[in-house]
């Protein structure tokens, strides 16, 4: 498949460079830009990152390889990532992801048939407060896992509702 | 005030005030009172160098982890040469049981945006960037919004208050890798690489982003510096504990009622926090095991806290560290052995793989935990991961191979008979 970025896209390009003093620095950016547009970076991806950016295909590479959110292969439409680190654990972490794995018919790391849901076991999210948690393709967070919030959450993405941002307080702050 | 005196605190990073996080509101309540202070009391402020020696003199240490001074790191910067000269402020905030910078960006974001603006003044810097981890895309997009109201205010810009200072302010964020949070691994990151640290010397100061001089502070480092300038140094180093003063954000997760994120002074009793600010143990149960200030410090048994303050001296007498004071609370039912393989298991994934003790050790942390958890382990692996730990540590370099060392060393000598009861079980299982 040709991949192509559009017009915006460009736009946006241009508007990323103009920060750094060198083009090198665009590229966890750029990389950023083709994701949000293709849905993945595979070779094909970075090759085009690569060429847009005037930089080399194995300098692409390296990057995006070396990070762990950029989906080097495509993936389900909702990408669950269930964070497990530590404080997660303590609290059920483990228990949410196999909930998952039984509700889903995947083992972690796979894709569902239909294509709707890629489960994934991550590390630390920095939501330690709220565990267990999990990220929805890499973008909202989903707080204090139960298995009957967990399974809502399920039925609300199958029918392609998305969940709100989950804003939680500090516990002692009295906003006056 | 005193540490003992928590319940009447004030807090001054994160306010009580309504809609701080909008620009109008922050401006109302004093926002960015003290960057124009800074930027035309020439009376107060003779130079830049005032500035630096302020917070120096107030003693911020950094609360990224390291708890180095703030204005003594600052104070390293070679003299502007006209050249550019760099600020990188470190949101990466990636080290398990911390979760407290995202509360500034959420919450208060201009506090930490004047707070990088007058440090940028302070050192002559050039050019601003904030580095959030790209997991936090909703605050990502929540700095950039801030960074741009601020924009549009002239807070940066060109002439900043009509003074002849001009500085640019950007965002930029990773995309997964722990390891960004070490500082020069962030500067790679940020000039588009792969997140290897560098290897000091030089050190950023003389050669950071792109080969010039740059300044790395945490998100609340930085948040606290526009009240040192408002209230000044005596004001700062009077709040909390002396060795280590100021208002933190303490971060409680784990078995607790009420997990969150806290604004108190330093110093603060670790049992009043679990037992007070925390809402106490979750269903009752006992307190076991507390991990003070994010995975990396080492653990203590409940009976090692009795007076035990959170302060660098205090938690150094207890044989740990303040760290991030992500504090992790563990209660009776806690399995060491899976909560230290579990740790394991995180440094091993998010070793860069550059250096050998490091790449290699932690594997094999991992792996020995792993036969020890799942009750194929001998008691002679337990001294075997000791051994391992003292090859790892201070043999590579950055501290990640310390970080993922300490826990090992600690949870193991500090849970001994709990780690040798579950070596022993498979060993009489395998005769």
Not at chain 1, 9 to 17: A, H, N, P, Q, T
Not at chain 2, 68 to 82: C, E, Q, R, V
Request: hydrophobic share 35%.
């Amino acid at each position: 498949m040709e991949y192509e970025f559009t017009k915006e896209d460009l736009k946006e390009i241009e508007k990323i460079k103009a920060k750094y003093p060198e083009v090198m620095p665009a590229t966890l950016p750029v990389l950023w830009v083709a994701q949000n547009r293709f849905g993945h970076v595979e070779p094909e991806v970075q090759r085009l990152v690569a060429k847009t950016l005037g930089l080399p295909e194995a300098h692409v590479h390296g990057v995006a390889t070396f990070y762990t959110q950029y989906y080097k292969e495509k993936k389900g439409k909702y990408v669950l990532d269930v964070c497990t680190c530590l404080s997660c654990q303590l609290c059920g972490g483990y228990d949410i992801l196999e909930h998952l794995e039984k509700t889903l018919g995947i083992k972690k790391g796979e894709t569902t048939q239909d294509g709707k849901f890629t489960l994934n076991e991550v590390e630390c999210l920095g939501a330690c407060g709220y565990a267990p948690m999990l990220q929805i393709t890499n973008d909202k967070y989903i707080n204090n896992l139960t298995v009957e919030k967990t399974d809502k959450l399920i039925d609300m993405l199958k029918k392609d509702e998305e969940p709100e941002y989950e804003e939680i307080e500090m516990p002692l702050r009295k906003v006056k | 005030m005193s540490s003992a005196d928590w319940k009447n605190y004030e807090p001054v990073l994160i306010p009580n005030v309504k809609d701080i996080h909008k620009i109008d509101v922050y401006i109302k309540n004093g926002g960015y009172s003290a960057l124009k202070s800074v930027l035309t009391d020439k009376k107060k402020w003779a130079d830049s160098k005032s500035v630096v020696d302020e917070v120096k003199a107030a003693n911020i240490r950094g609360r990224g982890g390291a708890g180095f001074n703030a204005g003594l790191k600052w104070s390293f910067m070679p003299p502007a040469d006209g050249g550019p000269r760099y600020l990188a402020c470190n949101g990466d905030e990636s080290e398990p049981g911390t979760f407290k910078d995202r509360k500034i960006f959420e919450y208060n974001p201009h506090v930490f945006i004047e707070g990088a603006l007058i440090a940028a003044y302070a050192m002559q810097i050039t050019t601003i960037y904030v580095y959030i981890r790209g997991e936090y895309l909703a605050y990502i997009k929540m700095m950039e919004k801030a960074i741009q109201d601020a924009y549009d205010k002239g807070m940066i810009g060109k002439n900043i208050f009509g003074s002849d200072y001009s500085v640019d302010f950007h965002v930029t964020y990773g995309a997964g890798a722990y390891i960004c949070g070490e500082e020069t691994s962030m500067l790679e990151s940020l000039e588009g690489k792969r997140g290897y640290p560098r290897v000091k010397p030089p050190f950023p100061a003389q050669k950071g982003l792109w080969g010039r001089p740059t300044t790395i502070n945490n998100i609340e480092t930085l948040a606290h510096v526009p009240s040192v300038i408002n209230r000044g140094a005596g004001w700062f180093s009077s709040i909390g504990a002396e060795n280590h003063p100021g208002p933190i954000l303490y971060g409680i997760s784990g078995h607790v009622n009420r997990p969150g994120v806290y604004e108190l002074p330093s110093g603060i009793p670790i049992l009043d926090l679990i037992h007070d600010v925390a809402g106490g143990m979750k269903n009752g149960k006992k307190l076991k095991a507390v991990i003070p200030g994010g995975s990396s410090t080492p653990v203590l048994r409940a009976d090692q806290l009795e007076g035990i303050t959170m302060d660098s001296e205090s938690l150094r007498t207890a044989g740990t560290m303040l760290g991030t004071a992500g504090m992790v609370v563990m209660d009776e039912d806690t399995d060491m052995v899976d909560m230290l393989w579990r740790i394991t298991h995180f440094y091993h994934h998010e070793s860069c793989g550059q250096c050998t003790p490091c790449r290699e050790g932690t594997g094999w942390l991992e792996k020995i935990m792993l036969k020890i958890k799942n009750g194929n382990g001998e008691v002679k692996d337990l001294d075997l991961l000791l051994d391992i730990t003292t090859q790892m540590e201070g043999r590579t370099i950055c501290a990640l191979a310390d970080a993922a060392a300490w826990p090992v060393r600690h949870t193991i000598t500090r849970f001994r008979d709990e780690f040798e009861a579950r070596c022993k079980k498979s060993a009489h299982a395998v005769v």
